[in-house]
């Protein structure tokens, strides 16, 4: 972690008196807990705040502590200065981003893929998730914690580092969630709240998904698609397929995962994994998205067909090229900057 | 953690030369993790141990590093005493209780339903895992932890706490997943190991599983079956069930989940699971078997389908009778020994 980052950013949120704190469309489960904290924490020491993201709060985080509390897009435009947390573009802030040009912006994210902007940026891709970036700021600062703010705080570092099952999971991440616990964390109510709360629909779909599966190179590689129709057949929504691309990955002797939804718009929406050695942010970047080298994602035009195969045969051809073991290598000097 | 049984435990390791370390039938990732650490923990003391379970270990653990090592039964009766972890009755030892009469033995565990056995006995209710036990042990002989060692530590902690997930995960446990990751532990490679290795047979048995799925109570009691005809025409076997129970208990709105499974030898293996209040322990314990407050399981003989209504409608009438606020506050004073 960079001392002379986080010292900067100490400085910033000393400075001002009022904040608005947002964080990034398609909102998951870090961008809550790290929007949340900071507000929360912020307001602990007398600071004026308010949390917003650009995006409805999917129905899953609804029912975690406090989530009522974020704002959506228009707010008025009384705040001295803009926070922008777990969020690498300034497209990622929907229309709060026009405030980048206006206020003093403080940056703070975990992405690799982060580009450089704001008034004070910390990018910190050791971290495994920016709620962890907010604790440590929160303990800085001496925001006193109660089992609701830890509760919230613990949410990011869990959806984050996959309930502490990915490889981006540190000795730092546990430390860090013992503390919380301490402080009155409950981390299986979010687990319970957020696994468990399937609606059997969703079985359904996931039968479905399992039909189209595609299997090529030998198993290392497996794709499938949901559409508009296999939705509505099902009675779902496409919030309900957020844990679909983790049942690709599942898959013995799979290396790459790739999952297509078509979005009620008619986009291409594609989830990518990998388990091993295969850098998925690079496929992702050369369709126009980003991420984690395990964990990515891109958003396409035109039709959903043709864009399946365009990217399943680009796949096809980068894993052909890949040197395994070089990978691997790459990837072991490279631990906690890995997946997202 | 009671400091005095602690050092008990910690004279009679000291006392012997040589060991028979044994876990229970049926194991689980706790008893393949404690089995090996201690194994290996007390060899790298000058110790001579074998480790030992008397039941095949299941396909889904056999990549865990040293898994290979575990003996099964006979063993020459050579050692000068006797271990057993994670078992909470003599029974559970298989066919090696018979030398629980012959030799100095010691018993390990963390089952709050466990019956009074052994020269020495550690019952720990309050320990996420029986491997957590372990760690402590091996940490107050001043064993040396190496990456390997870590990784087979840390597989317990994780399983028995659903990784990180279930009400059972502590302060204490997560200082613990930090101190193996200090000495190298690699926690994603035991959680893809077990969790990403599903044969995709496995989905259309939980398709089929689904299909079957009875919902009572409103919701709040769910249940469904497996039979050795659904296993066959999946090509599955029962070992592929292990991960079926937490689906169902993920259905949105359920309080308890049960699963009944019909073994090759036409038992009738049950599991339950609950969520918030409702106590499975007494459920499991009521039908002969044992286990936590919200994961249990028992094993019936007779006909597969008057059995599954037996039990259903035992749960039923014990359902309806529970008072869940009173459940509750139960439960809430009793943090840390409400689950596997």
Redesign the interface.
């Given at each position: 972690m960079s001392e002379k980052k986080a010292a900067e950013v100490t400085a910033f949120l000393e400075r001002y008196r009022s904040f608005l704190i947002v964080s990034h469309i398609q909102p998951d489960g870090d961008a809550i807990s790290s929007v949340l904290s900071l507000s929360f924490g912020l307001r602990r020491l007398g600071k004026e705040t308010q949390a917003a993201i650009d995006w409805p709060i999917p129905e899953v985080f609804q029912s975690i502590p406090l989530c009522d509390q974020i704002r959506g897009y228009p707010i008025d435009n009384g705040f001295e200065a803009l926070i922008f947390l777990d969020g690498s573009s300034p497209d990622r802030m929907g229309r709060f981003a026009k405030w980048l040009d206006e206020k003093p912006s403080c940056v703070i994210d975990h992405h690799r893929s982060a580009l450089s902007f704001g008034t004070v940026q910390w990018v910190e891709p050791t971290a495994s998730a920016t709620a962890q970036l907010i604790l440590m700021l929160n303990r800085r600062l001496g925001v006193p914690y109660d089992p609701v703010l830890a509760t919230v705080n613990m949410l990011g570092l869990?959806t984050d580092s996959?309930?502490?099952?990915?490889?981006n999971?540190?000795?730092?991440l546990?430390?860090d969630?013992?503390?919380l616990?301490?402080q009155g964390a409950q981390?299986?109510f979010n687990?319970?709240t957020i696994?468990?709360?399937?609606?059997?629909e969703e079985?359904?779909l996931?039968?479905r998904m399992?039909q189209k599966?595609v299997?090529l190179l030998s198993g290392k590689l497996v794709y499938s698609y949901i559409t508009q129709e296999m939705l509505r057949e099902c009675e779902c929504t496409e919030e309900d397929t957020a844990g679909f691309i983790g049942?690709l990955?599942?898959?013995?002797g799979?290396e790459c995962a790739v999952l297509f939804v078509e979005s009620e718009a008619g986009d291409t929406r594609v989830s990518f994994r990998s388990?091993k050695w295969f850098d998925v942010s690079q496929v992702a970047a050369y369709f126009g998205g980003g991420g984690h080298l395990k964990a990515s994602g891109c958003s396409l035009r035109g039709d959903f067909f043709a864009n399946i195969e365009k990217v399943v045969r680009y796949i096809e051809r980068q894993m052909a090229q890949s040197d395994a073991s070089k990978a691997l290598l790459t990837l072991l000097s490279d631990r906690g900057q890995n997946e997202k």
């Open positions: 869990q996959g309930f502490f099952r990915y490889s999971t540190t000795a730092d546990f430390k969630a013992a503390f616990m301490e981390p299986y687990a319970s696994l468990e709360n399937k609606k059997t079985f359904h996931l039968t399992i599966l299997i049942e990955r599942s898959i013995k799979t388990k």
